[in-house]
């Protein structure tokens, strides 16, 4: 059976990996600043079919190998939900209320996943590996690239309404994770990786967290709207 396979923040590991995903999100950025308007859009559903690709195959491979369970593979992690989201939001009418959810949800998940990595159901091939670097590297970059060369923009108090709906949904998984033995955006343990944001044991680290999320979006909202007030 798999394992989660935790990788050290600073070990050669870590560097390496987070190195190479920083360039290629920063390449990407690069280079759609420079292409035509029209070019924009059809370069950033590139990470949406990729993100989809990488999300049907993770499945399949799963269910397949005997590994897919309610408990462990539904897409309710924050990561899980920025990355479906991620794979058909440019293929629908433009949401403003779904792009802020992805914005910071998505940002905000995948620094934290890169911090502190932790690939769940690691069988030890590449393709976990490489998945979890892709994915989470696509929902880091497609919502900056939106906001950046799409024209998405972020309203005023949108960080106060995405954490409004971040608690919703706490109050649907927490209880959701005691009825299936499951551990959703992680509130029925902590993870284990060594974090400092992870503070006390359940329940006390949710609520340090709850602080921790005003703080980084507030902060992502004053950073991102910065150079248009």
Request: hydrophobic share 45%; net charge positive.
């Amino acid at each position: 059976m798999p394992e989660n396979h935790v990788i050290e923040f600073l070990s050669s590991e870590w560097i390496r990996n987070t190195s190479f995903t920083v360039l290629i999100i920063l390449l990407y950025l690069l280079i759609g600043k420079f292409l035509k308007t029209n070019d924009k859009l059809k370069f950033a559903k590139i990470i949406s079919i990729i993100l989809i690709i990488t999300t049907l195959t993770g499945h399949s491979r799963n269910i397949i190998n005997g590994y897919w369970n309610i408990s462990e593979n539904l897409p309710l992690q924050l990561c899980g939900i920025s990355n479906l989201i991620g794979c058909f939001i440019l293929f629908i009418p433009k949401n403003k209320t779904l792009f802020e959810f992805f914005y910071y949800a998505g940002i905000i998940g995948a620094i934290q996943a890169f911090l502190t990595p932790q690939i769940n159901n690691f069988d030890g091939t590449n393709y976990e590996y490489v998945e979890y670097y892709i994915s989470h590297g696509g929902i880091l970059l497609l919502p900056i690239y939106m906001i950046n060369n799409l024209g998405y923009e972020l309203r005023k108090f949108s960080w106060l309404k995405v954490l409004i709906y971040l608690n919703i949904l706490l109050i649907f998984i927490m209880p959701l994770n005691f009825k299936i033995n499951s551990n959703y955006m992680y509130l029925a343990y902590p993870p284990n990786v060594d974090n400092p944001l992870i503070i006390g044991e359940w329940p006390y680290y949710i609520m340090y967290w709850e602080i921790i999320i005003v703080i980084f979006t507030y902060t992502l909202y004053v950073i991102s709207t910065r150079k248009k007030t």
